[in-house]
């Protein structure tokens, strides 16, 4: 082994594996399952009266009712049955945590530990209809009204469809080049790969009734006093364009970067092995960004990635199945340590010290010793932050915000008349693919409530 | 462990479990590993008079449920489709090599004393242990005046069973074919005519499932479809009742029954023992797993048998039968009621929308903190079982007994019964 400390140059390199091992790395982690094995599976499902996974989706899929349609082989019943109650089916399925949602609330847990594979039929079911492309769902007769919305990520993209599918008529305004939104830019490759998440917004595009104006951001390109003045409504579902800044010295060195960066960067690459990546990565952060970007850069080649969180294992917001997805996957998890300082030569990172921590009168605190690893690549990936620089135009009438984010109530109604949000800019729900699309559908339905009026 | 050493028509066997008359049975080649594998008897693929008939290709139709294969099975297979030199050439063979066990000779030739006599001479040459008229068969045979034809007419099977009693010294087995009103009728028409055993039951005349692309009945040949014989796991049920009913008649007078009819362990088999059989055949379970099920059914017979200090197959034999009985000596003052053991209830809710829907609301649904609850309302509750049954979790409802000290009360003496006996 070659002994390199401060001063040595950085070992980061592209192309460290063969094409092949990048095919696999980068492929379907859960491969769809075949006829025989859905039947089987679709089989385990007891079709509970009340049953409680249909509580623990937050699109409150009829779940019994379409693993029934899968096994009485009526696939396109099933599909609809999802898309019905979430018209993103198709990514839920793949990037669904199904482990803290749906399959935790089987009852088949309480009974033998092992839950019906709820998410994988959920695909089993979806992908015939995506693949044939045909349109399920036809417009309603058209209202004449005008709905803006601003963000083409899930949350948007589920609230334009709703209402497009009402009758109303939709102009997406997105700042990016591309619609999708994580789904397009931050989800895991391989649990979406190839263009999974590009050909299903072809496909919920085909209702008809939706405009599109992609590289028009608000705040920049686009005023939300003109959006309220041009539109029946506008709905907000801008994401978090922020991160979280790690406060500690030498975050500025070359080499420490944005997890969500890079993985958009991945996302969107045209060969894996063009991307350059660390001989030993330094992952700081305990969400499932933290596990994504450290399995990716494991898959990418990288020799040792060690993601290091300041509390237990318990209190990382990743879920044990993502913790222990990236040990699988050769990642070292450190708990209780947090970052002292990131050190390095020539400008660029080498290094990352870190003091150990524990909790003192259920507080954390640092123990005051620490320890250091060498780094070629540090990983921020300590959260997200909604930006409300964009809203802030209208001072008169500011919108209220809580804990940092768009405050709404229950239908998704912000402070402005007229004005609705969802997704991950607000402050209600967990930031996950299937509650953007929830809050997109809820609002689209208060929406044409209200403009029904 | 048990003996299970089976003696029934005279027959002997080192163990209870036959072959049925079927494809398993058709040639030495699957006799001799049958044999091989430890079965105690095999009942020969049914001969027929020369020139051998003609099968079709596609013969057999599955039914799965919920991903479980087989769980029924049917077939438009005639009797044997080999000349009749070549089986007893090979019957005659096998039994020379295997003479502990026993080795049946299933036959069924057009309704003529000349015909049977004719046969019937030429089987025991072979030294076969004994014959089994194939009364039973219900397609294709039936149309040329045998098989069902034969076994649904009691006079024809009475008539039929005496020539055959006359002509030979073996024993003989009349097979009885299910698609009757009565199982009685054929079952005393056969006792009259000094069968020494019944076997039953033949396949049910059924139409498996419907090809919906191609619009005909499985299995379809050429685009076309027939009735078949339904048989498999899921005609158990009719097979026990129909055994049960021979073994309980008076007028059959204890004639030994060789149970047959959906048969795949041992646990099966004990049960038509305890409704009379002294011995079982077994046909699908052998088609879908191989002969390698006898292990188990041996094993797994003589363990139970250990268990429950049963040391020959006559110890249990028949020990069911007094318990069955008809529906008017049943207690109707036997009260029982559903108890959800709520530490085992993993809150499917099945058993609420069951009892909700479609028997007597007696399993009330609440919630106390987000929590499900299901309790069963017990003056609602009729006992049933309803609940017992959709319930997925094994020992989670159980029935408990309210009635106490009511004594036994049934229809002949219930108060709504016009045709009451006094009471004494
Ligand atoms: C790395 C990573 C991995 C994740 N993995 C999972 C996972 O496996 N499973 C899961 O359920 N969730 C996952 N999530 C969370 C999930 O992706 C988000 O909860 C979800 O995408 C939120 O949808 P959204 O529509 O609210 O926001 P976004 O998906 O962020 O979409 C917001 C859209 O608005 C656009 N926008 C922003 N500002 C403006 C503006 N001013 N004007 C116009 N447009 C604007 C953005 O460009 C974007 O297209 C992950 C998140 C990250 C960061
Ligand atoms: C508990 C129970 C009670 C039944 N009672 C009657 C009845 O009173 N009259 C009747 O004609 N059929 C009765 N049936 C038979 C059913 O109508 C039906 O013919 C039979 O169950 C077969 O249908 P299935 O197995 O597809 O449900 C009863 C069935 C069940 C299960
Ligand atoms: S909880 Fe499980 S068994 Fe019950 S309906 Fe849902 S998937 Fe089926």
Redesign the pocket.
Known sequence: MTKQGPGVQPDIAAGRLEPEAYRAHFADVHPPLAREAALVEAN?????YD????EACPTGID??QF?RQIATENLAGSGRTILEANIFGGSCARVCPTEVL?EA????VAQEGK??A?GRLQRYATDPLLEEGRHPFARAPRTGKRVAVVGGGPAGLSCAHRLALLGHDVTVFEARERLGGLNEYGVAEYKVPGHFARNEIDFILGIGGIELSTGKALGRDLELSALRRGFDAVFLGMGLAGVNALDAPGEDLKGVMNAVDYIAELRQAASFAGLPVGRRVVVIGGGNTAIDIAVQTRRLGAEDVTLVYRRGPEAMSATAHEQEFAQINGVKIKHWARPLRLTGSNGHVAEAAFEYTRLVNGKLAGTGESFALPADMVFKAIGQVFVADPLREDASEPLELEDGRIHTDEEGRTSLAGVWAGGDCTARGEDLTVQAVEDGKRAALSIDRALRR | MADLTTRIAGIKSPNPFWLASAPPTDKEYNVVRAFKAGWGGVVWKTLGEDPPIVNTSSRYGGLSYKGNRVAGFTNIELITDRPLELNLREIKQVKRDWPDRALIVSLMVPCEEEAWKRILRRVEETGADGVELNFGCPHGMSERGMGAAVGQVPDYVEMVTRWCKQHTRMPVIVKLTPNVASILAPARAAVRGGADAVSLINTINSIIAVDLDRMAPIPVVDGKGTHGGYCGPAVKPVALHMVAEIARDPECRNIPIAGIGGIESWRDAAEFMALGAGAVQVCTAAMHYGFRIVGDMIDGLGRWMDGKSYPRLDAFRGKAVPNVTDWQFLNLNYQIVARIDQDLCVK?GLCHIACEDTAHQAIAASRSGGERRYEVVDQECVGCNLCLYVCPVEDCITMVRLDQDKGHLDWTRHPNNPLRKAAE
């Open positions: 385990r499902c007891y079709f509970c049953a409680p996974c249909i779940i019994p693993i749906c609330a089987c009852v088949r839950p019906v709820i | 499917c």
